[in-house]
């Protein structure tokens, strides 16, 4: 049951209106993403009580476009005695011969259950008598997490890959590591345990440290290669999502130097994937809060899902990641398109304001030494994030630490470094939802960040370039419309 809170949380300024959103109170993890019958299923981890971390249940939401959603019943929640008892945590879905079946965390202790369902709208869900399918983790590793299924098909047998993590051992002098466990089923109800099919030992001192246990597993081809992304549980509030490119061969993963998945850190965590219908490799993520538990519970709402992002392995051997095609469909009015125009001193975006927006710009450099964008700008100047693109450093900045006067919403400056060959024109589209700000830069960098403007008058918008002229190949602002009413 959710309870609402006294208030709506959709008429909260700060709500986004076109990221996907529960109805009110707790969301976390994407889970269970699957296309079924022509309809995308989303699930999540999800508290209906109360708008702070608690007893998980499956929040469930489905649409026809990607886009556009409309909130369902919970689908999963715990069952008195059960394994599940204190949470449904997360997992994924899968089409066993045409029945869809999730394979998802039951807690305490952490386990891998079923459950499955005989509607074609994925409404209801039947539990397997037989849970837990795994009970606990393999004989003889200390482990500090098991958690968080990623099932496929592979070579007429299903395969899962599980999140873990090995405690460091002071005694044995040890360091901790991140790793997810390999394992195989004929019929997702009996499990062998393989290897592990990626270990990483923990090092604080790493520019890119991978943390201690990996959550979140997401395990799948690429355009020929394989990826591996995790979410990588190092203490909060610094954890983050690292991804692997690599080769996959007879149950081996050989992986490349981790990446960052997205250069928000912490604000986009947790990402799960999944194939459409028509085969494109499609990630949510859950785009986490910047603020503090007292001003979550006083919202009445916390937690937002990204928009849906469309992975792809590019000729530069990195990983594409851009927002789907169908996030067009939530655009509701174009505010302004210009091309082919200087961008010094001035600001472009004079007389544009808005909070619900879509940022497109394409600019290549000239003489100028950065570009600046600055958004939900206060007309006293008191509220402002700005994000900011050095030419010669290729380094892309946004600063959210003026972005609130609000004491309890922190700012963070986090930093994109795009490394791109001098004098090459940037692509970036912003979105930016009330306080969501998601930000990708040509093709393959996302910077997601999260703003709580306080001021009814931060709205304003400047884009003007320092230290020269840049030259705008085209720019585009569009009004955003909702993702729960296809008409506003
Ligand atoms: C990641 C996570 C998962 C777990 C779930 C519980 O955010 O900690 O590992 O299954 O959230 O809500």
């Known amino acids: 049951m959710t309870l609402q809170p006294s208030h709506d949380p959709f008429a909260d300024p700060l709500h986004p209106i076109y990221h996907f959103a529960p109805p009110a109170n707790w969301l976390n993890d994407p889970n269970g993403l699957i296309h079924w019958q022509g309809k995308y299923h989303l699930f999540y981890q999800h508290n209906p009580a109360e708008a702070v971390w608690g007893p998980m249940h499956w929040g469930h939401a489905v649409s ?3 886009v556009h959603w409309q909130h369902l019943p919970i689908a999963l929640s715990p069952t008195p005695d059960g394994p599940d008892k204190d949470g449904a945590w997360s997992g994924c879905a899968v089409d066993d011969g045409g029945t869809p079946t999730l394979v998802y965390t039951g807690v305490f202790p952490e386990s891998v259950n079923l459950a499955t369902s005989a509607d074609p709208d994925l409404r209801t869900w039947t539990k397997f008598e037989g849970n837990p399918v795994i009970a606990r983790p393999p004989e003889g590793l200390t482990l500090s997490g098991f958690r968080d299924p990623c099932v496929w098909r592979e070579g007429g047998e299903w395969r899962m890959v599980i999140g873990a993590g090995e405690r460091d051992n002071p005694e044995a002098n040890t360091p901790g590591k991140g790793m997810v466990l390999l394992y195989r089923s004929p ?20 520019t890119l440290p991978t943390g201690m246990m990996w959550e979140c597993p997401s395990f799948f081809p690429l355009d020929g290669k394989w990826v591996l992304l995790v979410a990588a549980h190092l203490n909060l509030p610094v954890s983050l999502t690292v991804g692997f490119l690599g080769e996959y061969r007879d149950g081996k993963f050989t992986p490349g130097a981790p990446f960052k998945v997205d250069y928000g850190d912490r604000l986009f965590y947790a990402p799960q994937t999944f194939l459409d219908a028509s085969g494109r490799r499609l990630m949510f993520g859950w785009l986490y809060e910047g603020r503090t538990v007292r001003a979550h519970r006083a919202a009445g709402w916390a937690g937002v899902m990204s928009l849906p992002r469309l992975l792809s392995l590019r000729p530069d051997g990195r990983m594409g990641c851009e927002p789907a095609p169908e996030t067009a469909a939530l655009r509701s009015r174009l505010l302004l398109e210009l091309q082919d125009t200087d961008l010094g001193e001035e600001n472009l975006l004079e007389g544009i304001a808005g909070t619900a927006l879509e940022i497109e710009l394409e600019v290549e450099p000239g003489s100028a030494a950065a570009l600046h964008l600055q958004i939900c700008t206060a007309s006293d100047g008191s509220e402002q994030t700005r994000l ?17 006067l609000d004491p309890e919403a922190a700012g963070a400056l986090k930093e994109a470094p795009l490394g791109k060959p001098a004098g090459e024109p940037l692509h970036l589209r912003a979105f930016l939802d009330r306080s969501v700000l998601e930000v990708f830069a040509d093709g393959w960098a996302c910077l997601t960040t999260r703003l709580y403007p306080t001021k009814p008058t931060s709205t304003g918008l400047n884009l003007f370039a320092r230290g020269g002229k840049a030259k705008v190949h085209s720019l585009k602002v569009w009004e955003m419309g909702s993702a729960f009413n296809p008409e506003a």
Do not use: Q
């Not at 019929?187 to 790493?206: G, I, K, M």
């Open 64 to 66: 026809p476009d990607l």
């Open 388 to 404: 900011a693109y050095h030419f010669t450093e290729s380094r892309l900045v946004i600063d959210t630490t003026h972005a609130s």
């Open 187 to 206: 019929d997702l109800r009996t499990w062998e345990y393989l290897h592990p099919l990626c270990e990483r030992v923990f090092n604080p001192a790493e």
